[in-house]
């Protein structure tokens, strides 16, 4: 991963340059903190599931592009307001998750989130919290009198958070989340000495909640930053797939997948992906971007665009993997491919599973794994050339399938023109 360390006065600028400044509280007043002295920041990321999903991602590289310059990110999970639910950016109410599934998808996350930042460094490692800590010994008298008493309902219900959600109605549980986010940032200023928090753009109103809260809970200073919410340019939801949400556990979105949704990104979208998640510097975004203009064809900008993603995610084999398979695919030599490669490559595809057979009459394979409707399209298919078996084009209506065409002793690939494919699994 190319990741260039930059001084504090770099800094801010570089994440303009990115565009990954969306709102800041007190612009020139951060640039001088920065420039000063080394700043304690923190974002947010509440278990909702096992893992993180691409939309997190923007965040998680804002923490790790601060650690760089020299600055202290801290990864907040949120074992405690995860189970309350955040309304940011939902038009209905969350549904609450057991204690037991919520810590568990804490641990989860915290093996996640240590992959992306540096907690070993001497001088600014980064840290990891749980909010559960704080606010599950919180009573509810305490809590109401000491913190609920400076947030008025008229200045809650003014947040977008909480005003998008009044037409449908919003819980007492979720109309609080406000206040514990608020409540967090006061926490790890206080003992921690965090001044700065980070969030995606509807986090806003829960941001400038928690700089209110510590002006009138003894007062310092603090700020809040927000990135732009990811979009794309066709209007679709960013981190989408046809199979669902890109995530970044490797055992709910292959590496291969990962890679060919980044591959398969918009000519309109490219660049700016490319500075929002890559370390690429700005003139090795420039050179992409002319290479872009000048012969789109290539697709130079998404392929390094899927290369440096997925090696920030998941490291240098599985990129080598994901353009292996790329390779196979497009050139039809299944044989080079390891097992998991094969596996990952056609997991998508139709699959059938055989068993006792030794030996079988293509004919048969083709309508078994139903990639001919019947024997006459079959036959059909195969004196066309439309049928290959692992890559080779097969010409004899009379072909039979043994266990010379298996690869790894028990997979068969089967296409049928140009982009259908079947695998037929074979089982003893």
Not at 20 to 39: A, N
Not at 163 to 191: C, P, V, W
Request: overall charge negative; hydrophobic content about 35%.
């Amino acid at each position: 991963m190319s990741e260039a360390r930059m001084t504090d006065q770099q800094l801010l600028e570089d994440l303009e340059y990115r565009g990954l400044v969306y709102q800041v509280t007190d612009r020139e007043g951060l640039k001088k903190k920065l420039e000063s002295e080394r700043v304690v920041l923190y974002c947010g990321f509440d278990p909702t599931a096992d893992s993180l999903h691409i939309g997190s991602l923007l965040p998680i590289l804002c923490l790790r592009r601060f650690q760089l310059a020299g600055h202290i990110s801290m990864a907040l999970v949120g074992g405690g307001t995860g189970l309350i639910g955040d309304p940011s950016g939902r038009s209905s109410e969350r549904s609450l998750n057991t204690a037991d599934t919520v810590a568990q998808w804490t641990e989860s996350l915290k093996r996640q989130l240590s992959r992306f930042l540096d907690f070993d460094l001497p001088d600014n490692a980064a840290r990891l919290v749980s909010n559960y800590d704080w606010l599950s010994t919180l009573d509810t008298i305490s809590f109401l009198s000491d913190v609920g008493k400076n947030f008025t309902v008229n200045y809650m219900l003014a947040k977008d958070s909480v005003d998008s959600r009044l037409a449908n109605g919003i819980s007492f549980t979720e109309f609080s989340y406000m206040i514990l986010q608020a409540y967090d940032f006061h926490k790890l200023h206080q003992d921690l000495g965090c001044s700065l928090q980070l969030g995606g753009s509807d986090q806003w109103g829960n941001i400038t909640a928690g700089l209110d809260l510590i002006g009138k809970m003894g007062g310092g200073e603090a700020y809040g930053m927000t990135m732009p919410l990811v979009t794309k340019s066709d209007g679709k939801k960013f981190g989408k797939s046809e199979s669902g949400a890109i995530w970044l556990d490797r055992n709910k979105t292959s590496a291969y997948q990962f890679y060919q949704f980044w591959i398969n990104t918009d000519d309109n979208d490219v660049i700016k992906f490319l500075k929002y998640f890559t370390f690429l510097t700005r003139e090795q975004i420039a050179a992409l971007e002319t290479e872009l203009g000048e012969r789109p064809e290539q697709r130079a900008a998404q392929r390094e665009l899927a290369r440096e993603v997925t090696r920030i995610v998941h490291g240098d084999e599985a990129v080598e993997s994901a353009e292996n398979i790329t390779q196979a695919l497009f050139s039809g030599d299944f044989a080079r491919l390891s097992e998991t490669e094969l596996v990952e490559a056609l997991q998508d595809m139709p699959t059938t599973v055989l068993s006792g057979q030794q030996e079988t009459g293509l004919i048969d394979l083709l309508v078994e794994a139903k990639a001919a409707p019947s024997r006459r399209q079959a036959k059909q298919d195969i004196e066309s050339g439309a049928v290959y078996v692992n890559g080779e084009r097969m010409s004899g209506i009379d072909s039979m399938i043994g266990e010379q065409h298996r690869l790894h002793g028990k997979y068969v690939v089967l296409r049928r023109g140009k982009k259908n494919y079947y695998l037929i699994k074979f089982e003893a």
